[in-house]
């Protein structure tokens, strides 16, 4: 058994026509984040401490939505949710950008903002984030759909009741819990198995494990 490690920078609609300038800088994070992420495991340090070096990461960069890249309220204000969070505190402007601000307004032309106060999927446990003795699973996509489908404890549930391995749970939650359009998560189990299935247009994400294999992919690829 070795170790393995996924991360995601969110699902949803992606074009396959996405401007290079944006496409190149997200994959550059991903790659600059997973690789963060193994050099930590392949120092021994400890599940917890690589998660919070590479969730730093991804905070850090506007490109995702997490941290610096949050989607704004409709008061054009940041809430931000997380399941592990140690950060140091300051000011929430130093969260909005140039980015997150044409968003915004991009949202309230198509009343798609985010109300204030909305709590998403990924604080509930269960719903966005789940971790037991078989696997941990993170979710992604489109928030009250992931809550309503118990997206992440599901994958768990069908390996520990149904005898599934981490691949088949997860892709029959994604493919078959949830309507398409709305979910993908990145799921490792506790044999160092990855997996990381989407029903969405595409999704940012990246994998490693021991043994040498590594992905880093936004749209599908012949094996999630």
């Keep these: 058994m070795g170790w393995a490690i996924a991360l995601h920078g969110g699902a949803g609609d ?15 994070a991903l790659r600059h984040c997973l690789q963060i992420g193994v050099d930590a495991l ?31 309220t409709s008061e054009g204000t940041v809430e931000m949710q997380a399941f592990i969070m140690d950060v140091e505190t300051v000011d ?21 903002v985010q109300m204030v106060g909305r709590i998403g999927d990924t604080p509930i446990i269960g719903a ?38 981490l691949k088949e749970a997860a892709a029959y939650v ?7 359009g709305n979910v993908g998560l990145v799921a490792v189990s506790a044999k160092g198995e990855v997996t990381m299935p989407f029903n969405t247009t ?17 749209w599908p690829s012949v094996q999630n």
């Design 128 to 165: 966005g984030t789940y971790a037991n003795n078989l696997c941990a699973v993170s979710a992604t996509g489109k928030g009250e759909a992931i809550i309503r489908g118990t997206v992440a404890r599901d994958v768990a549930a069908l390996m520990e009741f149904k005898g599934l391995s």
């Design 14 to 28: 992606i074009p396959l026509t996405l401007p290079t300038e944006r496409r190149v800088p997200r994959e550059a």
């Design 174 to 180: 994604v493919e078959e819990s949830v309507p398409r």
């Design 202 to 218: 595409g999704m940012f994400r990246a994998c490693a494990t021991e043994d040498g294999y590594s992905e880093i992919e936004i």
């Design 42 to 72: 392949k120092a021994h340090k400890s599940a917890l401490d690589v998660v919070e070096l590479v969730v730093r990461e991804l905070e850090n960069n506007p490109h995702f939505n997490a941290g610096r890249g949050s989607v704004l």
């Design 92 to 112: 929430s402007s130093h969260f909005i950008t140039p980015e997150n601000i044409e968003r915004l307004k991009q949202a309230k032309e198509a009343n798609r």
